[in-house]
């Protein structure tokens, strides 16, 4: 610690109770248990040399660092590392706008930006340009992008990762690294192509503990003209697979470019209901009319889904209309004109707007979703995200909902969110399954025994996860098991050359040191 | 090699003369010379078992393999090893058609399969799916895609590496890796989900040789209704900083998706011109009078791109609406409407029709570029492709035409290929420059000392190539030289670590194993 301090300079190292029970992953499953994942101290370093050096000094002494950048990866782990014991290594510091293009339309920032401050700079500058957010806008885009996390705006700007370009590294040898074009000396390019030339390797540092990002690029979407959005409602069981493959196709297509979740508004009502069970079960033999009839009774769509179209007025007039010629398909579809928007937004506008991650704004409003209300009376003290990836087909959205909702009721759990097939990315659903949890010791020890029945539960399907607490990652990485787990074996070969002290967040998505693997595996 | 015939059997070992000679590079600039680079022997295995005993083989005899797919890399080095004396791994044997999903529109195939093995199987199927395709045909989805190639339709099926999902990959061990979601036993989204979980491992295995892709998924584009274009012309000189300004803008927010290129007609016509070379440095110092009447006198647009536009009609005349009328902003702009398509086209349309690439179309009439015209009364032997990534503005591409034209002039050199701002991927141009080759000795002499003198001025402006021949790969790669050369560095260390035998593609991109590290660098 005293070498870090001669590094940052004592008022940057922590090492208080205080100091470091804000490094603590507040939706800790393990909340107060002996096994809580928790850091021995913290540093806070103000420069990619501070980094270089501080990494020096862990690899020489064996210490193992676990970087964050805003540590607002609340559900997935917050600030807290993976191995108790890790020096958080904080990069909140480093958190240069280091530049903002109009007419290219990127970003270069450090980790330590959030997306509220990269808002707020386009703002204060007039820039014509949008960011793409993730419900919670106080956490950051390098960190977001690293984790393979979202937003709400449209396609390629919301797969975070997918709209990086290029990256500066801090190896766990204290070399510096700038990937793709970053690498020519004097590059102009920089942010603007992605791949520069041999390997592309910008990929081995997401979801992974090969080296530390201390600077990315991002592309930004030119501010468009407008905005409108329309729902789009099923009433019959059976039509599901017609309503997924025409949503399949026109988002394959680039019509809709939206973040599109399909969702039962009949089955969503009744998760937890004896009736709605039986017609879900039912479903494998066939017949749909007990579940048409109670859907009707009970005025709710078997259906529904929400398009958001950006651009010119006419062009996304012209989208919509042809989006509801497909769907017109199928019998008795409804479709309802939803909010729409001309930009630029005044800056109260912006603020009042409700649709505002849709609109690239950033808030905190997802957190009122924890808040009491008529649904929760009691909120809870956090939540766990259980995020299978099943096929973009209306046979896998049906089969997901059986086989999760029977293994809610089975185990009597009351899921925060449950059952939509949203696509978080293109191409697949992710099926959005979230789990309260509780710092009495109950609910999570019941949480976590129910998430460990879902890791294999969906494995036996064929579905992975595409994201997971700390907790559970050594579990989610596990069924990842082709070839007698040959892809682990890929990792441990890479963090052996690449991070041979094993210093670098330790654990980090089933990833260990050599000398923490066999007491483990 | 006794030892491989007992693997694959006699006759998919090759070692005669005439056998070898199908393994040189057409377009080799050393053609005939005594550091040609030239294959060994060639094994073509017709299983992934029989790839990883073949690698098993050559790591105990340390014997360098070097893996090609369809081996059409023509212009970048074709099938002729970087390393002399390398066996050629001739994968075409491999060409299963896997599977191709028509509502979830993707592809899983092997390295032998071609372009136009893909889009046959999909016109014979009566699929309504679409191909990307590079100019020639004949090559293959995986090769093109390991190459950072891409091609003709719309972003994002254009970029083959991106639009990729899911790879199985033999590595120098041996070992059979599938990457993403292909990892979970019984997957079921592995060709829809590109991430999986854990680090993002593919890129790795791009412009490299870390390892030997068996398989690999692509995402395809559902058949669309109808296809437009439109032409733009700029009279003015300075026209250019507003026509790339709203061409990025356009392209960036997704409303023109196509392949677009940026050409000035009337520097192209004049590129050996004095009094063209005269107003193009003249540039600097700001008048443009000279160069517009010029471009008057000889009835030609300083400025042109073609746009294309493909989807609902309605939709596409939207666009193409957009597009003109923010292009008016320019005075005296010129549109003229392209060509327009409804589909499917009959057989006979799709053979008959002149812009096969633009539809997705596979064909080899870009060998016509090298026929007798009049342009080109004696055709080259071949050609080499100088592929400069220059920033997406009207100042860079006035800058890169004033570089390599004066450099062209200078060493009195006659390019097949010249001179516009190719949008090969998003949000950067490549600068369109490609050198007549021949087997008379002197030609190509003359061509590799011209090609190694851009390498050098194009990084001097922090511009560098995003491809290379293997002849140049090393010189290329010296360019991204940040930091004291640490992406070298760094490969080196996951090249030391994948393959510590040095058997895969030796030299690639620059990547040598370290038995040969050392007499090179």
Chains 1, 2 share one sequence.
Not at 152 to 167: K, Q, S, V, Y
Request: charged share 20%; with cysteine.
């Amino acid at each position: 610690l005293s070498d870090f301090e001669r590094v940052v300079g004592k008022s940057w190292v922590f090492t208080s109770e205080d100091d470091l029970a804000l490094y603590r992953d507040a939706y800790s499953p393990l909340w107060g248990e002996t096994d809580e994942r928790l850091a021995a101290a913290a540093v806070a370093p103000g420069s990619v040399e501070e980094v270089q050096e501080i990494v020096r000094i862990a690899a020489r002494r064996v210490v193992p660092l676990y970087p964050i950048s805003t540590g607002r990866n609340l559900g997935y782990g917050g600030s807290a590392p993976v191995l108790s014991g890790s020096v958080i290594l904080d990069l909140k510091r480093m958190n240069r706008i280091i530049e903002v293009d109009e007419d290219n339309a990127f970003a270069l920032v450090e980790p330590g930006v959030s997306y509220f401050d990269l808002y707020r700079y386009i703002r204060e500058k007039n820039l014509r340009l949008w960011i793409d957010v993730p419900d919670p806008g106080w956490g950051s885009p390098i960190g977001n992008a690293l984790e393979h996390g979202g937003g709400w705006t449209l396609n390629p700007f919301r797969d975070h990762f997918g709209a990086h370009c290029g990256m500066e590294v801090v190896l766990a040898n204290g070399d510096l690294l700038r990937t793709g074009m970053g690498a020519i000396a004097g590059s102009r390019t920089w942010q603007q192509n992605r791949y520069g030339v041999g390997p592309y390797v910008d990929g081995l540092f997401t979801q992974s503990n090969f080296g530390i990002v201390t600077k990315m690029g991002f592309w930004l979407y030119p501010q468009p003209q407008a905005f409108r959005s329309g729902e789009i409602l099923a009433l019959h069981r059976d039509d599901v697979h017609e309503f997924v493959r025409i949503t399949a196709e026109l988002a394959n297509a680039g019509i809709v470019n939206s973040a599109v979740m399909i969702r039962s508004p009949f089955l969503h009502a009744g998760l937890r209901d004896e009736q709605t069970a039986a017609v879900l079960v039912e479903t494998e033999h066939g017949t749909a009319g007990t579940w048409d009839r109670l859907a009707r009774d009970r005025g709710l769509a078997s259906w529904a889904t929400t398009v958001q179209f950006y651009g010119p007025p006419a062009v996304i007039a012209a989208q919509w209309g042809h989006v509801q010629e497909r769907f017109a398909a199928i019998k008795q579809i409804e479709f309802r004109d939803g909010p729409a928007y001309r930009f630029p937004l005044s800056q109260a506008e912006a603020e009042t707007v409700p649709d505002k991650s849709a609109l690239g704004i950033p808030s905190l409003s997802i957190f009122a979703m924890g808040a009491r209300s008529e649904n929760y009376p009691s909120p809870a003290d956090g939540h766990l995200s259980f995020s299978p990836v099943i096929p973009m087909t209306g046979k896998a959205l049906l089969e997901a909902h059986r086989v999760f909702s029977a293994a809610v009721r089975e185990w009597d759990i009351e899921p925060l969110g449950f059952g939509a097939g949203f696509c978080m990315y293109p191409r697949s659903f992710v099926f959005l399954f979230t789990l309260p949890l509780s710092r009495d010791g109950g609910t999570n020890r019941k949480a976590r025994a129910f998430f460990r029945h879902l890791i294999t539960l969906a494995a036996q399907h064929g579905w992975g996860e595409y994201r997971a607490h700390p907790v559970f990652m050594e579990e989610v990485m596990g069924v990842y098991s082709f070839n007698d787990h040959a892809l682990r074996r890929f990792h441990q070969m890479l963090k052996d050359a690449l991070d041979p002290e094993g210093i670098l967040a330790a654990g980090r998505y089933g990833i260990w040191p050599k000398h923490l693997r066999n007491k483990r595996v």
